[in-house]
């Protein structure tokens, strides 16, 4: 496996925070780093887009802090999410901010772009692009990407189908650059199971939701704690995109999630219903994303204390006699 120079001597464990829509913010960003794990926002979380600037000044200010005080054990570098997509308007302004703070890693998502690669490892960063499908992870590579995140079944959010072992395992036949995991990973063993799969890093969400400094409602934090693999359903109707959604928070919207239509792929939507009639339940604001893995997560807690019980869970992590 391959870790690249940019993470080394500064992970406690071998995780990176996914960046979650809304939910990611500066305060769960910095106490991911602090405690050793990669720390990850999505650009669009900052609005308006004059916000950005301030949370990067701020984000890379207080690690910088940090690392002064704390020599011995540095924070883990921090990412930020570009979506790539055509409806991404904030796409150039976000970037170029990115690149006045020399961000260290940027994941980017729904679509590859060689330029955006090429710009970011002129200032020195490095670029893991989430993927569902081999398909995507070829392209990916081939348009200059360092790393790959492969989203399997299980995942919140916009999750795919593959099973984790083919899905790495077959990465593996052709990429020897870094990789995560991604697809219910919510306990240390479960890091340690994604590196014996060949994995380089486990990438985990949902169970961030459920932190302290997570910018989500009490609501939702509480539903994660409270639900299971059973509560989740997977669906395209709310953003044209499959993803992962938490049952009880469908039925709240008032819709049946055992009978839930499915929505036209070429138009993403987040937020109308195309007949005009009524307004959709809006993805992430309304109807909550999560993985399967939340059975693991029972109370909510600050990010440093997960991080902790991973680590302790990881260290812990050996096989069975037998």
Known sequence: MSMPALFKGRLSIP??????FIISVPDLVIAQCKAGVVGA????????PELLDEWLARITEELAAYDRAHPERPSAPFAVNQIVHRSNNRLEHDLALCEKYKVPMIITSLGAREDLNQAVHRWGGIVFHDVINQTFAHKAIDKGADGLILVAAGAGGHAGTVSPFAFV???RAWFDGPIALSGAIANGRAIRAARVLGADFAYIGSAFIATEEANAVEAYKAMITNSGADDIVYSNLFTGVHGNYLKPSIVAAGLDPNDLPTSDPSKMSFGTDTSGERARPKAWKEIW?????????????PAAELIARFKKEYDEAIDPPL
């Open 169 to 171: 395992a077959e990465t």
């Open 15 to 20: 995780v990176i925070g996914s960046p979650l």
């Open 41 to 48: 926002f999505p650009a669009l979380n900052a609005r308006p």
């Open 289 to 301: 994303g999560s993985g399967q893995g939340i059975g693991a997560i029972d109370k909510v807690v």
